[in-house]
């Protein structure tokens, strides 16, 4: 069975850190030791490289603009990086080349990655601004001497470009069809998550045909080009968390995955991975032969084993046919090969110790352009709940997807026990709550304080090189626990419901609900 042939289950997207890293030069070992070697004995099926962005590129393009062409002023780790993709170019022929090669002596499948959109804050004069944007500024989303209010939206995406311009769709579908064309690659993915805004926030809706003609365009030009290489070149798009927000900001991905034009559709950024409906994108291919494939984001932060574990069951239980798995692309070969292969195991899965969490809203807050382009595209999640003053006996409802088949391995004595942690922020002893799970009363007065911290597991400071390596960063606040039973915790969604009892006084600082998990421990 060839490459091209077989059902890619995992994927490994890299972000193309390595050609500032070391060198120059760079070597094609280099390539081979510290990017692909690693995934050996790992699960991944697929490599994904990105070719750079904001329309300045990190591979021998000959329709695009090179890193460091016609740049005399550039600091040493932008030299570096110039360097070597001119080092790499005269020596092997170009990173996309060796790439490409490496990953299939790997016996891996070989993807470029094309962010469809940048929205990096980053001055106008920075050799990683693209001179379209620089020379040709009416192609972006704002229009040149526009008033835009800052911290608006519209402020956020301004710079990023405009897809409603001919000129934006036919430059991004010249450099898709030369990396088609000219590379030993098979398939293409293009990265509508790497950002998610391409027109402007008013005229998105009406505009998403030009995308889906967009897609046509690379589609029919895969299936030419596979017919002269005797393969089959696959279409793997990444797209925003819901049908609803990716038709919004002009991604018809539900039509495109219907009218089969997509082989593999990885749902979301990873930002809101427990509460993303990933049923409805399963749904959605039902009768295609479109692949649906559930994204873990490390930088979530999403790092913890047992994290870790509970999404892939959850994607899993869902009917997803595969994960992929963005920011993880420097962690060690232990790493790839001892967890990855776990959580490409369902039936091992089922058995192991996981942690389900809500997801936070202010993961993806706006705090520079970047911020507000996801925010463009991810919904609210239901986490932090500030708490206020009710009239009546109606509290917070908080909705938890629990995976694992709690029910029967509790009577294979195969569970250990579930533990509820609820995290806050401005606690003090007066509070009290009323709690229920599945409408079943939790009694306030059996929680027990563990530590005056949360903890989450985080990357190091300097994460962006091989092997990464992690730490456990304290959360401050209060954390109480809970043992619960089977039932009233079940399989599926758990309603939560948690009412504050007493009135504060109006001089204390907020009362805040920021973490809610739930741990299944076995033996």
């Known amino acids: 069975m060839t490459r091209s042939q077989r059902h890619w ?11 500032g890293a070391y060198g120059p030069p760079l070597t094609l070992d280099d390539m081979r030791d510290k990017m692909i070697s690693p995934y050996a004995g790992s699960p991944v099926d697929v490599f994904l490289w990105s070719i750079g962005g904001h329309e300045v590129y990190d591979y021998e ?54 962010r469809m959109n940048e929205h990096y804050d980053m001055e106008v004069s920075a050799p990683n601004y693209g001179r379209l944007r620089r ?12 008033s835009i209010p800052y911290g608006s939206l519209e402020w956020g995406i301004r710079t990023g470009l405009n897809y409603a311009f001919p000129e934006v769709r036919a430059h991004m579908t010249q450099i898709i069809f030369e990396l088609i064309e000219r590379f ?10 790497r950002h998610p805004a391409f027109f402007r926030v008013a005229e998105a809706y009406q505009y998403r045909y030009l995308m889906t003609d967009l897609i046509y365009g690379v589609r029919t030009k895969l299936e030419e080009v596979g017919k002269e290489k005797g393969k089959h070149l696959k279409l793997a798009v990444r797209v925003p968390p819901t049908l609803a927000d990716s038709k919004r900001i002009g991604l018809d991905a539900e039509v495109w995955v219907k009218d089969g034009m997509v082989d593999m559709l990885i749902a979301g950024g990873g930002f809101i991975p427990f509460e993303m409906p990933i049923r409805e994108w399963v749904r959605a291919a039902e009768g295609t032969d479109c692949k649906i494939y559930g994204c873990f984001e490390a930088l979530r932060p999403l790092l913890d084993e047992k994290l870790l574990r509970a999404l892939a069951l959850r994607y899993w239980e869902a009917g997803v046919d595969g994960l992929y798995f963005f920011n993880f692309y420097s ?56 708490f206020n003053e009710t009239f009546y006996d109606q509290g917070v409802r908080l909705q938890l997807d629990i995976a694992d088949d709690i029910e029967s391995a509790s009577v294979d004595s195969a569970l250990k026990g579930c533990t509820l942690s609820l995290g806050f922020a401005g606690l003090v002893a007066e509070d009290t709550f009323e709690i229920r799970l599945n409408r079943i009363p939790i009694l306030w007065n059996t929680g027990m304080t563990t530590s005056g911290n949360t903890t989450r597991v985080e990357y190091e400071p300097s994460w962006n090189q091989y092997p990464s390596r992690t730490q456990e960063v304290v959360i401050p606040g209060d954390l109480l626990q809970f043992d619960i039973d089977i039932p009233p915790l079940r399989q599926g969604i758990n309603e939560l419901e948690i009412r504050q009892v007493r009135r504060r006084p109006v001089s204390l600082e907020p009362l805040i609900l920021t973490d809610v998990t739930v741990a299944v421990d076995y033996h």
């Open 331 to 386: 962690m060690s070969n232990d790493w790839k090969r001892n967890v990855l292969n776990e959580l490409a195991a369902p039936a091992v899965l089922s058995r192991l110790s996981k942690c389900y969490e809500l997801d936070h809203s202010n993961r993806h807050q706006p705090t520079s352009q970047l911020g507000y382009s996801f925010l463009n595209a991810i919904p609210a999640a239901q986490l932090p709940v500030e």
């Open 184 to 193: 030993d690659v098979d398939g293409i993915e293009l990265d509508f998550m």
């Open 61 to 114: 393009t000959e329709v695009g603009e090179r890193f460091g062409d016609g740049y005399q002023d550039l600091d040493a780790g932008q030299r570096r990086k110039a360097e070597n993709l001119r080092q790499m170019i005269k020596t092997y022929g170009g990173p996309v080349t060796v790439i490409a090669q490496l990953c299939h002596e790997a016996g891996l499948a070989f993807f470029p990655s094309v």
């Open 9 to 19: 289950r995992i994927l490994s997207n890299d972000d193309g850190w390595i050609m």
């Open 135 to 146: 020379d040709r500024p009416e192609l972006c989303i704002g229009r040149p001497g526009e």
